[in-house]
């Protein structure tokens, strides 16, 4: 099973982007859902999570207000819809998720899915 990752790409500061990830084949069932960035030159990191039963979600302070996690269960498709884009978002997008309900979502290593990432670059 594979993550597929679409949507990315270049806007201005103080545009939106949607992405969305759904896995490759729908025999599988996740619980928890991130989306993780990694800009060039530094370490992966959280951007935002849903746990899927209960529909809570968690985000970085630094995307608070401005990224939304949604999701259509009939199509098991998951968005991260990010608006008011700034350049210091710009980095490559992964959407990760899991079988299990993860107790902490800002975690990597508590998933064992991963898309391919999608580069989003927010210009100046």
């Known amino acids: 099973v594979q993550l597929v990752e679409s949507g990315g790409g270049l806007v201005q500061a103080g545009g939106s982007l949607r992405l969305s990830c759904a896995p490759s084949?729908?025999?599988?069932?996740?619980?928890?859902m991130g989306w993780f960035r990694q800009a060039p030159g530094k370490e992966r990191e959280f951007v935002g999570g849903?746990?899927?039963?209960?529909?809570?979600?968690d985000y970085a302070d630094s995307v608070k207000g401005r990224f939304i996690i949604s999701r259509d269960n009939v199509k098991r498709i998951t968005y991260l819809q990010m608006s008011n884009l700034r350049p210091e978002d710009t980095a490559v997008y992964y959407c990760?998720?899991?079988?299990?309900?993860?107790?902490?979502?800002?975690?990597?290593?508590?998933?064992?899915?991963w898309g391919q990432g999608t580069q989003v670059t927010v210009s100046s």
């Open positions: 990760a998720a899991d079988e299990s309900l993860i107790s902490t979502l800002r975690v990597p290593r508590a998933y064992d899915y």
């Open positions: 084949e729908r025999t599988v069932s996740f619980l928890s």
């Open positions: 849903i746990t899927l039963s209960s529909g809570s979600t």
